[in-house]
């Protein structure tokens, strides 16, 4: 699986993440080189993947308060 998908994979996912570095540091964990980090420098993907981190909480709380 290419590095940018499994990023937003866990974004949607992964609890423990909440923040764009939690989720570079997953993907280390899950054997993922840091040179793939590359695709990450930019702001429009950073931007993307923290946007779906904050649905994701959002959607948790909305879940939680039911």
Same mark, same amino acid.
């Given at each position: 699986? %290419?590095?940018?998908?499994?990023?937003?994979?866990? @974004?949607?996912?992964?609890? @423990?993440?909440?923040?764009?570095?939690?989720?570079?540091?997953?993907?280390?964990?899950?054997?993922?080189?840091?040179?793939?980090?590359? %695709?990450?420098?930019?702001? @429009?993907?950073?931007?993307?993947?923290?946007?779906?981190?904050?649905?994701?909480?959002?959607?948790?709380? @909305?879940?939680?308060?039911?």
């Amino acid at each position: 699986m %290419h590095i940018v998908q499994r990023a937003f994979e866990i @974004a949607d996912s992964d609890r @423990a993440c909440l923040k764009v570095s939690d989720i570079l540091q997953a993907l280390f964990q899950e054997g993922y080189g840091t040179g793939g980090r590359v %695709h990450f420098e930019g702001n @429009a993907i950073r931007t993307q993947l923290r946007t779906r981190i904050e649905k994701r909480i959002a959607a948790e709380k @909305a879940a939680s308060a039911i």
